[in-house]
């Protein structure tokens, strides 16, 4: 059978898609050529390991793996990772969980036309604070899965050095280190508001079917299409409600005991780069 031999779990708005769109660079690795998000863990377990295989049917001797950052929060999947591919090694991409999180409301105002505030956001979807709790969602997979079978990228290391926090990642999978992606300076998944919404919302949703019924090959086919003007509005720009500082406060507090066991965890002070008062960071 041929099964991935790593799996990237999330976090969801942490660097994922970046992260997917620099390992299929790698000559050794291989990625389904169709689809980012197989989802099968979290989605379409159901469907059964051959329909999962099945992804992977062309990698013949590079080595298989895929990205859905779902898997991280999805309480399901460390057990069926584990009962399925027990030596899976594993990479979860974590961000400033703050950040992360209005990240994560920029993207419900893109996919949706959300109309609230921030804090609208907060309180319409209380769950998505819980997202941004690395060390409490990391817990599950380590009880499962040993300690070295997991690698965490800090998605400011990605920013700040690409080229060592890539080349980390690839020496865990056991391919050549040394490799250095082309476009490395590539935004990937970046939230913008959509200058045509309705046509913009239709489009995922048809995305979503197509992707559920075979057909990725096409969607994929599409996204390479020039189709920028429908997705950054030009009068609005990316302008979003932006996060208030008492807000900001309280979040940081909401986090900061899963921040310390997460440095705990990774012998690495995170307080320094996360849960500080400043500027948005940029996304990939």
């Known amino acids: 059978m041929t099964l991935p031999q790593f799996i990237g779990i999330g976090a969801l708005k942490a660097g994922t898609s970046y992260l ?3 390992l299929r660079t790698h000559p050794e690795l291989c990625l389904p050529p ?3 998000e197989v989802d099968f863990f979290s989605h379409h377990y159901e469907r059964g390991v051959d329909w999962y295989e099945g992804h992977f049917a062309q990698c013949e001797g590079r080595v298989p793996g895929e990205v859905s950052p779902r898997y991280l929060f999805d309480g399901r999947c460390p057990g069926r990772i584990a009962s399925v591919i027990p030596r899976a090694l594993l990479v979860a991409s974590v961000r400033d969980p703050v950040q992360r999180l209005h990240s994560q409301y920029k993207h419900w105002v893109q996919e949706t036309r ?3 505030s921030f804090d609208d956001f907060l309180q319409d979807h209380p769950d998505s604070v819980g997202r941004g709790m690395y060390f409490q969602l990391l ?3 380590l009880e499962v899965f040993p300690a070295d079978q997991l690698h965490v990228v800090v998605f400011e290391d ?3 050095d690409p080229v060592a926090a890539l080349q980390g990642v690839f020496g865990f999978l ?3 280190p040394n490799h250095v992606p082309s ?4 935004a990937v998944n970046a939230s913008g508001r959509p200058r045509f919404h309705a046509a913009y919302g239709q ?3 048809l995305s979503r079917w197509l992707h559920d019924h075979a057909g990725s090959g096409v969607v994929a086919a599409v996204k390479r299409l020039p189709l920028e003007r429908l997705f950054r509005d030009p009068e609005k720009g990316v302008a979003f409600d932006s996060m208030s500082a008492d807000t900001t406060r309280r979040l940081a507090d909401t986090y900061g005991k899963d921040v310390e066991a997460l440095s705990r965890l990774l012998d690495r002070e995170l307080h320094s780069i996360w849960l500080q008062p400043a500027v948005v960071r940029p996304e990939h």
Not at 183 to 186: A, E, K, L
């Open 20 to 22: 997917d769109a620099m």
């Open 34 to 36: 169709t689809t980012k």
């Open 114 to 116: 959300y109309p609230g």
């Open 139 to 141: 817990s599950p997979y």
């Open 158 to 160: 990605m920013l700040a």
């Open 174 to 176: 056991g391919v050549d």
């Open 183 to 186: 476009n490395m300076d590539q």
């Open 203 to 205: 489009a995922k949703r």
